[in-house]
């Protein structure tokens, strides 16, 4: 019992943080070229939107492409904890360019600005921007991995909740649920929680620090 | 060797901030720019200063249309350039810090510009704050060493906007002789102030700012602005 609940918190954090970690890879650029725009308004207000886009309509969208009859059928990922890494990159990118996006914005204003006016190349502005905004983009990040770690649809559908396998926290409270086993979901819940928990502070630290 | 032609700006597509000005400063000479809050005095500053780019018209900068050069081109020219913000900015970090980085984006080593930073503070009086960190600053102090960190690569073109606003007298007047002998290496300076000490004191060119459109005005009637 100690040891599958160990496996399934340690499989949601590798899944979840290696999720992040993709999404990083392009929300971060990402991020850095739409503060280069001065009418990134309307951008913004996308990116806003899809944050709250439910995490099972991506479920859905990724199955689709990768079940054995569709598109991406053939890479054969659909049930693997690769699919599910997947999904909750596409689920997490939005809502950290946007929190970069802000931060990085922020942060060129004030620091970027001040080393064009000084005569920096663009890549001299880049290193100052990106320098500074370093905290701001570890809180995007740790936000990211809550919401990924958080959600349920994407590691349900596309993960198929197996044993050992693809079962993550929140698809093994959906099933300790289904099944009655109230004290095991109730368990996996305030572990849940707490790493939310633990993740909000951290935020806070950097905040403080920051402010 | 600056000169804006046909110059318009708008940050919202609707509104012109600046309409179809045209100006020339040549080498060596010294600029004012007056006009109310809000009249545009920094827009044209941040133009001229190479930071923002016109919604209409050109910016020749010895005779070469500045924001139709290639990069590399631009960045020659913009390393000639430096824009001292009106809210003096730093990096977080101490005044040696932030006085190097100007130097240091120009490919000068350490040892070069630890001299040419210690000979500037140690010539205005700075030299014991060198290692302090810049958020213990008084806002005076602060402007005054905004300034030398924009003199100390000695840009050929200087644009202060409202440089006086944080001093009290005596270092409004201390600011004026630091560029006075500045001007006299030759240099080009353009100021927006609202203080007409300023130009009375320096001399040069006075223009004044209203409605988007720019005029010369006669320095004799600085009081009635």
Known sequence: MMDELLGIITRSIIISGTATLLASTWSIPLAYRLSHKTRAGYIRSILEALVGVPTVLIGLLLYMILCSQCPLGLLGILYTPIAIVIGEAILVTPLITAVSLYEISRVRARYGELAQSLGASDRQVMEVVLKYSIPGIIGALLMGFSRAIGELGVALIVGGNIKGYTRVMTTAIALEVSRGEYEEAILLGLLLLLIVAVIAVGLRMIRGGRD | ?225
């Open chain 2, 1 to 225: 060797m600056i000169k804006l032609c046909g110059v318009s700006h708008s940050y919202d597509g609707r509104r012109f901030i600046l309409q179809n000005i045209d100006l020339e400063v040549g080498k060596g000479q010294i600029v004012f720019i007056m006009g109310p809050n809000g009249s545009g005095k920094t827009t044209i500053l941040k133009i001229m200063g190479l930071l923002l780019k016109p919604t209409k018209g050109r910016i020749l900068f010895e005779d070469r249309d500045y924001w139709s050069l290639r990069e590399r081109e631009r960045l020659e020219i913009r390393r000639r350039v430096i824009y001292v913000h009106e809210k003096p900015l730093f990096f977080p970090g101490t005044v040696i810090e932030n006085m190097l980085y100007p130097l240091y984006i120009r490919g000068y080593h350490r040892e070069e510009a630890l001299e040419l930073i210690n000979k500037m503070l140690e010539e205005n009086g700075l030299i014991n704050i060198i290692d302090k960190r810049v958020d213990e600053l008084s806002s005076g102090t602060l402007q005054i060493l905004s300034i030398l960190r924009a003199m100390l690569p000695t840009p050929d073109l200087l644009l202060l906007d409202e440089p006086l606003t944080h001093l009290d007298l005596e270092n409004q007047l201390k600011i004026i002789k630091i560029l006075k002998q500045y001007l006299s290496m030759g240099k080009t300076l353009i100021v927006s102030t609202h203080n007409p000490l300023f130009p009375r004191r320096m001399g040069g060119r006075i223009y004044e700012l209203n409605n988007g459109s720019l005029r010369e005005i006669d320095p004799n009637s600085l009081k009635t602005i």
